[in-house]
C-alpha cells in the first residue's frame, strides 16, 4: 500500500485478527506508513492494550467499523470525500450559508 493510506480490513480478516493477528497487521500497516487502519469491531468488543500501544507508538490511527455498516459503502464515502477536495468543500460551505441563511 503507498504511505499514508487507509488499510480496511474485511470482516473476515477483523474477525481473524481477535488475537496476536491483530498486532501483526498494525505492525505490517506500521511499516508500509500507513495513516490509519480500520477494522470491523464486534458490539462492545474492545482492543488489545498491545494494540492500542503499537497503533499509538507507530502514529496510527485505529478506526473501529461498526458492524451495521457495509464495507463497500463505507469505501465508496470515503473515497468520495477524499477526491471531491475542493469542490466539495466549496459545496459544503454553500449549503452551510444557505441554511444559515434560511435560519
Known amino acids: 500500500m503507498p504511505a499514508d493510506s487507509l488499510a480496511v480490513l474485511t470482516r473476515a480478516a477483523s474477525d481473524a485478527t481477535h488475537d496476536y493477528r491483530l498486532d ?42 461498526p458492524a451495521e455498516v457495509e464495507l463497500t459503502e463505507l469505501v465508496t464515502a470515503v473515497s468520495r470525500l477524499i477526491e471531491g477536495g475542493a469542490a ?15 435560519a
Open 24 to 65: 501483526l497487521a498494525l505492525r505490517w500497516a506500521a511499516l508500509r506508513g500507513a495513516a490509519a487502519l480500520a477494522l470491523y469491531v464486534p458490539a462492545g468488543g474492545e482492543l488489545s492494550l498491545t494494540a492500542a500501544d503499537l497503533a499509538r507508538r507507530a502514529d496510527l490511527m485505529l478506526l473501529a467499523i
Open 88 to 102: 466539495l468543500a466549496l459545496a459544503r460551505a454553500e449549503a452551510a450559508l444557505q441554511a444559515l441563511a434560511l
